[in-house]
């Protein structure tokens, strides 16, 4: 049973080009959950997704940011336009069911590096 | 705010010797508390979870503490190995996970 997929590792942009992060939930797991880490920071909530919805964006950016989780394939976040400040650490993780009661299995990560 | 602070910052131990890192929280409504390790380069990999009625629980030679009235939880790592360098992170469940910043433990020869 394969862990929780992401591609590509490692991704450079210039500034005001698109990143899009891939990821691939552990096999029977419908529910993904994206996080960034900043150099010297703790991972930060970003987004929470289930096939095809939405359950919670608090944590992305108002602008720029969108991830999407379709019925078919991975899960993807992409960055429009991307800065400096986007520079990080990407995690993707997923569970098998809802609430944070269930274990969370992460990702690699995608290092995301804006030039 | 839900907050999650880490202490030490980072450590540095002689391998075989013991540690201790701890983790003080503000975070409502509690769910579980949990200890992640990840290594350089990784994600973060579960050693523990704990919920409010658990003080303590152990994963090889990781033992962890909860005490949920001081809001306060220790991880005690036995018999430090060099691939026991990492950092480790505390999270604690409320309504999502809110993550440490981290302790760095580095364990030399």
């Known amino acids: 049973n394969a862990g929780v997929m992401q591609n590509p590792r490692h991704l450079v942009r210039r500034r005001g080009q698109e990143a899009r992060l891939r990821c691939s939930p552990m096999?029977?797991?419908?529910?993904v959950y994206w996080y960034r880490q900043l150099p010297e920071e703790g991972l930060k909530f970003m987004v929470y997704?289930?096939?095809?919805?939405?359950?919670?964006e608090s944590g992305m950016p108002k602008e720029r940011f969108s991830a999407e989780f379709p019925k078919e394939g991975p899960s993807i976040l992409r960055i429009q336009q991307v800065v400096r400040g986007d520079s990080a650490a990407y995690f993707c993780a997923s569970s098998p069911s809802q609430g944070v009661t269930y274990e969370q299995y992460f990702g690699p990560g995608t290092r995301l590096t804006v030039t | 705010k839900n907050q999650v602070e880490q202490s030490p910052q980072s450590l540095i131990i002689l391998e075989g010797k013991n540690c201790t890192l701890q983790c003080n929280y503000t975070v409502s409504p509690f769910s579980n508390l949990r200890w992640y390790k990840q290594d350089t380069g990784r994600g973060p990999v579960s050693l523990t979870i704990m919920t409010f009625s658990e003080n303590t629980k152990s994963n090889g030679r990781y033992t962890a503490t909860l005490d949920a009235d001081t809001k306060q939880s220790s991880l005690h790592i036995t018999a430090s190995q060099l691939s026991d360098s990492a950092s480790y992170i505390c999270?604690?469940?409320?309504?999502?996970?809110?993550f440490g910043a981290g302790t760095i433990l580095r364990v030399k020869s």
């Open positions: 997704l289930q096939k095809e919805n939405i359950i919670d």
């Open positions: 999270v604690v469940s409320a309504n999502k996970l809110v």
């Open positions: 096999k029977g797991h419908s529910h």
